[in-house]
């Protein structure tokens, strides 16, 4: 019995002790670390997990999961954590985190939209010692450093990351490539030198060349598109269609037999509603002569359903010239009120160009029946279009109809001439609409093509200026732009005050988004602390800190404006000048484009020069009133926009080369414009180089 009790005893104590063994142990040995696998893979995770792995490190794998860490918080645009975790990264790196470290870099880069920086850190990166994941992000750092510019590299970019994309990824690859295609001019296509051995290159170029030649032709673009793929079966587009072409695969083109056209014909906007009339109508009769004089006029009904007459006689004309709106002064939301003084005079000498606006497509066959919205409420209006059969609406004009739109449930096609301040996406409506917004943002971009990242916004002081500031930062911030500078200028008189003064224009102003929240004052226990000087009085000149001025002003004001920036500035300022159409008026004398030398300005392009038939038309009809000449050109392309409704609903980034700019949609169908820029050189009017 003593033996058996001493091993029992024995064993006994021996079990604590092999425990104690195997907790030791436990302790001791290191899980095995994944961040290498990660690094080498897709690291799908999110920033929390790499975060939680790097501070349980202490090695070289914290590291490893520090720069995972960096990585996914740019993914999950946590842009200022991901800067401030990429400044702790150690000094001593092995070779494998300092390529990825310098990938990160680029990346940082592109998400501060500090593209030039990034690009000079991509060229320094040796594409051959990636690993395929990084590699794709590679690409996607060029991209994206690319701003969406039309180039060979972005081509060669986008070609070369596709065979690494797979599901959504690889459709955005596709529509990106294709995008990048679409928006190169002719004379980039043209001058595109590309090597023997990019087979998959000249295949997109080809693919370009079929959407050019048959893009009006909804069944021969089809036709072609089918036989580019039997030409080329292995390029990636051929299996993977652009979405753009391939919802022209289910185009279905929209009716134009009947169209209701819904203006104002009576009141203060009449005639303005008249105005985009006769444009329109002109163009249905292939814009060779005023409707009235070559064809019997439209159907108008009034509150009575009696006709109306609509001939050239019968256009009203305002009492005093300066009751005419200028659509580059106001939006037409703002047709109703009293607009600025702008005085009429002969067409200036216009900048002859190359390429014409494309013609209106002709239907003469269609039937146009006008309706008044000043006499009836916009659903009645709808509902009694209809009812008489119209198969598509264009209008109503006025902003307070537009906006009704919204609660609508009328099943036709309606291209709206104005937009809402909140656009509703809605299948069977457009926004067509002449707007200081729309100039602004085409200012923006303009401006931004030309090299400048620090402009200066000259506006009135009023609530025009407040818009077309607001709509310049908006874009100039999608653009990749920083701090942008607004000053404001009251009347003709007080401009006139300035020079008398001899105080001139200073480059100088706020900025922007300084501007909806400044600063105020603070009272703290009976002590008034004041309010900080908003040291946004950023001054340029000579120190070189505003280099492009946006001016939005009629012709009498920027006569005022430009030389008294010259007071200030000298005869050779740093900054280039730029102005809206608001500033041309048909005013431009010999004096005036001298005195302008530099100035650029953007304008329409019927009145810049590429229709000049219709241009002398137009101006023939509204006795050569520059801003009614304007809605004249927007009937116009209201035509042609009607006639492509379904390819500008349907088909993403599809264009229409109108008289009032080239027309592109966005997701939300509201038309954009992409306007001509012409400068003053030499007492001359010339396209802006």
């Not at 994309?165 to 030198?193: C, F, R, Y």
Request: overall charge negative; hydrophobic content about 40%; glycine content about 6%.
């Amino acid at each position: 019995m003593v033996p058996s009790k001493f091993i029992r005893s024995k064993a006994g104590r021996c079990l604590p002790i092999m425990l104690a063994a195997l907790i030791f142990a436990g302790c001791t040995t290191k899980a095995p670390d994944q961040s290498a696998a990660h690094i080498q893979g897709e690291a799908t995770a999110d920033s929390a997990y790499y975060l939680q792995q790097m501070q349980q490190s202490s090695d070289d794998s914290k590291t490893t999961w520090q720069l995972l860490a960096i990585h996914a918080l740019l993914k999950e645009g946590k842009t200022q954590q991901a800067v401030d975790l990429y400044n702790q990264l150690p000094k001593e790196m092995n070779e494998e985190q300092v390529r990825e470290q310098k990938l990160l870099a680029v990346e940082v880069k592109v998400a501060q939209k500090d593209f030039a920086d990034a690009n000079a850190r991509l060229s320094k990166i040796e594409l051959s010692t990636l690993n395929k994941n990084q590699q794709t992000r590679y690409y996607q750092a060029v991209i994206d450093a690319s701003q969406n510019r039309p180039s060979l590299d972005l081509l060669r970019a986008y070609i070369a990351q596709e065979p690494m994309l797979t599901g959504p990824a690889h459709q955005k690859n596709i529509d990106g490539t294709w995008q990048a295609l679409s928006q190169m001019t002719p004379e980039q296509m043209n001058s595109l030198v590309i090597n023997a051995d990019e087979n998959t290159l000249q295949g997109w170029l080809d693919l370009q060349r079929v959407w050019n030649d048959n893009r009006n032709d909804p069944e021969m673009l089809k036709a072609g598109i089918k036989d580019w793929q039997t030409r080329y079966p292995q390029n990636p587009g051929a299996k993977t269609l652009p979405a753009q072409l391939s919802n022209m695969q289910n185009y279905k083109p929209a009716s134009t037999e009947k169209i209701a056209l819904l203006l104002p014909l009576s009141g203060q906007a009449a005639v303005f509603g008249r105005t985009i009339q006769q444009g329109f109508e002109a163009a249905k009769n292939m814009g060779s002569a005023p409707v009235a004089q070559t064809t019997a006029p439209a159907q108008v009904a009034d509150t009575n359903g009696q006709p109306v007459d609509t001939t050239q006689a019968a256009l009203p004309k305002p009492a005093d010239p300066n009751m005419v709106a200028s659509p580059a002064a106001a939006s037409v939301d703002d047709l109703t009120q009293q607009p600025d003084a702008t005085p009429t005079a002969p067409a200036p000498q216009a900048a002859a160009q190359t390429q014409p606006a494309a013609a209106a497509p002709a239907n003469p066959a269609a039937e146009v029946k006008v309706y008044d919205t000043t006499t009836q409420p916009l659903a009645q209006i709808l509902a009694q279009a209809q009812q008489d059969g119209a198969t598509i609406v264009v209008g109503p004009l006025l902003k307070n109809n537009v906006d009704q739109l919204a609660t609508t449930t009328s099943p036709l096609n309606i291209l709206a001439l104005n937009q809402p301040e909140n656009v509703q996406n809605r299948a069977n409506i457009c926004y067509f609409a002449l707007s200081p917004e729309d100039e602004a943002r085409d200012a923006a971009d303009h401006i931004w093509q030309q090299g400048h990242r620090a402009p200066l916004l000259l506006v009135p002081r009023s609530a025009l200026g407040d818009r077309v500031t607001k709509a310049f930062a908006d874009e100039w911030l999608k653009l990749g732009g920083g701090t942008v500078l607004q000053q404001k200028f009251g009347s003709t008189a007080e401009l006139k005050q300035g020079i008398n003064s001899g105080s001139g224009i200073a480059l100088s102003g706020t900025p922007v988004n300084a501007a909806a929240a400044q600063p105020e004052a603070v009272t703290i226990g009976g002590l008034t602390i004041p309010a900080p000087p908003t040291d946004a009085q950023i001054t340029g000149g000579t120190s070189g800190g505003v280099d492009a001025a946006y001016i939005v002003a009629t012709s009498d004001e920027v006569a005022l404006i430009k030389p008294m920036i010259a007071m200030r500035t000298g005869s050779r300022s740093p900054a280039q000048l730029y102005a809206s159409s608001r500033s041309s008026q048909g005013v431009s004398g010999p004096d005036f484009r001298l005195e302008m030398e530099g100035l650029q300005f953007s304008e329409i392009p019927m009145l810049a020069g590429n229709n000049p038939s219709l241009m002398q038309q137009a101006l023939g009809s509204v006795n050569n009133d520059y801003s009614l000449a304007r809605l004249y050109a927007m009937g116009v392309d209201a035509w042609s926009l009607a006639n492509h409704f379904s390819q500008i609903r349907q088909v993403p980034g599809y264009q229409v080369n109108g008289n009032t700019g080239t027309l592109s949609a966005t997701q939300d169908c509201v038309i954009n414009r992409k306007l001509n820029w012409l400068q003053f050189s030499q007492g001359q009017i010339v396209p802006a180089s």
